[in-house]
């Protein structure tokens, strides 16, 4: 059930990755999403390209199944990183916040499928010309950096303008959202923030603590005016950083209160003063669950909602 084309592309058993998070998404847990048949995937963030690799083997120490990795463009190690990704041959490469496109030809050379992250139909279309195998329509319902348009607006429109697979992400939790995005015309779903709050996920306690108390409207997007908007948990960082963009502070200031931000608190547990990236499903999430557990109340779940649908609207 619930075999796509990505699965195939892919080799994995269900249609669901697991965002690439950085800071957050290392090897502990992209080898248990690719151990309960998803596609785990490693966030090369602000790591070292070393580190990666390390990050590359310790995996594959834990799992023999697919398991991708997560290119963040903004990194200052691009070009190292992606020689890393092609030396160790991983299944999959998935990029964002850029256009991967310089990377395509060689990473394609090695056999590796490409999955960029688009926020837009004109990138997903550039990104088809460039030849990638499927790309990630990411509404701005995501946590971190993110575009400008919601998931279902979005998805819709990137699959009738492309012919490759499109993955659907943002603001997809359970059961439901993955069965609306599957209805989207969406081959599969990328999930973060649910996964962040797992229990193989080691992202520091604190962090877990706020995304079990955050509602509905408790995160808010900051930092628009430097062209780099984040989706955070709102703390006395997201205040701040709200006071001084409306006061018009230099771009540079901004930049300087986030550096280093997201690892504060990520690693360090600092959740006032850090940046707690999170996707508007955080309102959600009542309780740390196992990764098989999550994975497996998905697919019932839909299983089950598909049942109840096709009895009451069906034929
Ligand atoms: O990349 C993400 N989300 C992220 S990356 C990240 S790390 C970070 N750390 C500190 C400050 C800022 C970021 C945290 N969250 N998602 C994928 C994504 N890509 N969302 C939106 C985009 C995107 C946006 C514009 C991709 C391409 C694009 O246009 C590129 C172009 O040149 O047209």
């Given at each position: 059930?619930f075999?796509?084309?990505?699965?195939?592309?892919?080799?994995?058993?269900?249609?669901?990755?697991?965002?690439?998070?950085?800071?957050?998404?290392?090897?502990r847990?992209?080898?248990?999403?690719s151990?309960?048949?998803?596609?785990?995937?490693?966030?090369?963030?602000?790591?070292?390209?070393?580190?990666?690799?390390?990050?590359?083997?310790?995996?594959?120490e834990?799992t023999s199944?697919p398991?991708?990795?997560n290119?963040?463009?903004?990194?200052?190690?691009?070009?190292?990183i992606?020689?890393?990704?092609?030396?160790?041959?991983?299944?999959v490469?998935?990029?964002?916040?850029?256009?991967?496109?310089k990377?395509?030809?060689?990473?394609?050379?090695?056999g590796i499928?490409?999955?960029?992250?688009?926020a837009?139909?004109?990138?997903?279309?550039?990104?088809?010309?460039?030849?990638?195998?499927?790309?990630?329509a990411?509404?701005?319902?995501?946590?971190?950096?993110?575009?400008?348009?919601t998931?279902?607006?979005l998805?819709p429109?990137?699959?009738?303008?492309?012919?490759?697979?499109?993955i659907?992400?943002?603001?997809?939790?359970d059961?439901?959202?993955?069965?609306?995005?599957?209805?989207?015309?969406a081959e599969?779903?990328?999930?973060?923030?649910?996964?962040?709050?797992s229990?193989?996920?080691?992202?520091?306690?604190?962090w877990?603590?706020?995304?079990?108390?955050?509602?509905?409207?408790?995160t808010?997007?900051t930092?628009?005016?430097?062209?780099?908007?984040?989706?955070?948990?709102?703390?006395?960082l997201s205040?701040?950083f709200e006071?001084?963009e409306?006061?018009g502070a230099?771009?540079?200031e901004?930049?300087?209160?986030?550096?280093?931000?997201?690892?504060?608190?990520?690693?360090?547990?600092?959740?006032?003063?850090?940046?707690?990236?999170?996707?508007?499903i955080?309102?959600?999430?009542?309780?740390?669950?196992?990764?098989?557990?999550i994975i497996d109340e998905?697919?019932?779940?839909?299983?089950?909602?598909?049942?109840?649908?096709c009895?009451?609207?069906?034929g």
């Amino acid at each position: 059930m619930f075999k796509t084309k990505v699965c195939e592309l892919c080799g994995i058993e269900y249609p669901i990755f697991q965002g690439g998070m950085a800071w957050v998404s290392d090897y502990r847990l992209a080898s248990a999403v690719s151990e309960a048949g998803g596609l785990g995937i490693i966030a090369a963030g602000h790591l070292a390209p070393e580190e990666v690799r390390e990050q590359i083997r310790k995996t594959r120490e834990r799992t023999s199944k697919p398991f991708g990795v997560n290119i963040m463009l903004m990194s200052p190690y691009v070009d190292d990183i992606m020689r890393v990704v092609v030396e160790e041959k991983v299944a999959v490469v998935t990029t964002g916040a850029g256009n991967p496109g310089k990377y395509v030809k060689m990473l394609k050379e090695a056999g590796i499928r490409v999955i960029p992250v688009v926020a837009s139909v004109a990138l997903a279309q550039r990104m088809q010309r460039e030849g990638v195998d499927a790309v990630i329509a990411e509404g701005m319902e995501s946590g971190g950096h993110i575009g400008e348009i919601t998931t279902m607006a979005l998805v819709p429109q990137v699959v009738d303008a492309v012919d490759i697979p499109v993955i659907a992400a943002g603001g997809i939790g359970d059961a439901r959202g993955f069965l609306a995005a599957l209805m989207l015309g969406a081959e599969g779903v990328q999930i973060g923030t649910r996964f962040a709050l797992s229990k193989e996920c080691a992202v520091h306690e604190n962090w877990k603590k706020l995304y079990i108390k955050a509602r509905d409207r408790d995160t808010v997007v900051t930092g628009r005016s430097t062209g780099h908007p984040v989706r955070v948990i709102k703390n006395k960082l997201s205040r701040k950083f709200e006071q001084l963009e409306k006061q018009g502070a230099p771009k540079e200031e901004l930049e300087r209160l986030g550096a280093g931000a997201l690892k504060a608190a990520a690693i360090e547990g600092d959740v006032e003063w850090g940046s707690v990236m999170a996707g508007q499903i955080v309102g959600m999430l009542k309780e740390e669950k196992s990764v098989k557990e999550i994975i497996d109340e998905i697919i019932n779940g839909a299983q089950q909602l598909l049942k109840e649908k096709c009895m009451r609207f069906g034929g």
